[in-house]
C-alpha cells in the first residue's frame, strides 16, 4: 500500500521499502532533519529530488491535488506535538475532523472516545476536565493523547505515528504502546508506521518490518 523506490531528498538518500496491507512498522531515524524530511516526502508535502512515493500504486507527486487529498483521506496522523488547533478546546479538536469528514455527531462519538481515553489511563472526571481545556493548558501527553484519539475516530487504514514516544516517561510510553497495537489489530489490513528516535522505547517496540532512515 506505501512504497518508496529509490527516494532521495536532502539528507534522506536512495531509501526503498514496501508497506503492504496489514504490516506494523517502524522507521527509525538519527536526526531530527532526516524525521522532519522523511515525513514531509510520505505524507505529500515535499517532493522528493529523486525516486518515487506511491499509494496503492499511484504515485502521490503526479496525482492532481483532489486526488492526493482522496487517497490522504485514508491516513490518521498523530504529529509529535499533538498538531491540535490552539483556539479549539480539546473536545473541539477530537471530534472536528470525524463531523466535517464522516459526518459523525458527537453524541454518536461519546462513548468510543471516552473508551479510548480509558485505555490510555485517565478517569471520567479526568476526561471532562482534559476536554474542557485549550492546547496550551495540555501537557505535551495530553495533547498527543487527544490526537491520538482523534486520529483513531476516524477509522483510518493507515495511522502514522510521529515521534510519540519522544520526552515522555515509561509508564505513558507503555499505555500509548499498549493503545495503539491494540488499535491495529482491530481493522484487517491496517497499516501502523511509527517514526521513532533510536532509543529504549522504539527496541520495546515489537514491528514486522525496520525502516532505517540513516542513509
Known amino acids: 500500500m506505501i512504497s518508496?523506490?529509490?527516494?532521495?531528498?536532502?539528507?534522506?538518500?536512495?531509501?526503498?521499502?514496501?508497506?503492504?496491507?496489514?504490516?506494523r512498522a517502524k522507521a527509525i531515524y538519527d536526526s531530527?532533519?532526516?524525521?522532519?524530511?522523511f515525513f514531509a516526502v510520505i505524507t505529500g508535502l515535499r517532493r522528493p529530488a529523486k525516486g518515487?512515493?506511491?499509494w496503492d500504486g499511484k504515485d502521490i507527486y503526479a496525482l492532481e491535488e483532489s486526488g492526493r487529498l482522496t487517497l490522504f483521506q485514508r491516513i490518521g496522523i498523530v504529529p509529535a506535538d499533538g498538531g491540535l488547533i490552539s483556539n479549539l478546546k480539546a473536545w473541539?479538536?477530537?471530534?472536528?475532523?470525524?463531523?466535517?469528514?464522516?459526518?459523525?455527531?458527537?453524541?454518536?462519538?461519546e462513548r468510543k472516545v471516552i473508551d479510548l481515553f480509558r485505555q490510555l489511563g485517565l478517569t471520567e472526571a479526568g476526561l471532562q476536565r482534559q476536554m474542557g481545556r485549550l492546547p496550551d493548558q495540555l501537557?505535551?501527553?495530553?495533547?498527543?493523547?487527544?490526537?491520538?484519539v482523534r486520529a483513531m475516530l476516524?477509522?483510518?487504514?493507515?495511522l502514522l505515528y510521529d515521534s510519540l514516544f519522544t520526552g515522555l516517561d515509561r509508564e505513558?510510553?507503555?499505555?500509548?504502546?499498549?493503545?495503539?497495537g491494540e488499535y491495529h489489530e482491530k481493522k484487517a489490513g491496517r497499516i501502523s508506521?511509527?517514526?521513532?528516535?533510536?532509543?529504549a522505547v522504539s527496541a520495546r517496540l515489537t514491528t514486522d518490518q525496520t525502516i532505517t532512515l540513516a542513509h
Open 139 to 148: 501537557t505535551m501527553y495530553e495533547k498527543r493523547a487527544v490526537a491520538l
Open 172 to 180: 505513558s510510553s507503555n499505555q500509548f504502546l499498549s493503545v495503539t
Open 32 to 37: 531530527d532533519e532526516r524525521r522532519n524530511v
Open 193 to 199: 508506521l511509527y517514526l521513532c528516535a533510536d532509543d
Open 154 to 158: 476516524m477509522e483510518p487504514d493507515i
Open 4 to 23: 518508496f523506490d529509490h527516494v532521495s531528498e536532502g539528507p534522506m538518500r536512495d531509501l526503498s521499502f514496501d508497506l503492504v496491507a496489514g504490516t
Open 92 to 109: 473541539e479538536n477530537v471530534m472536528l475532523p470525524a463531523w466535517y469528514h464522516r459526518g459523525i455527531a458527537p453524541l454518536q462519538a
Open 52 to 54: 518515487s512515493v506511491k
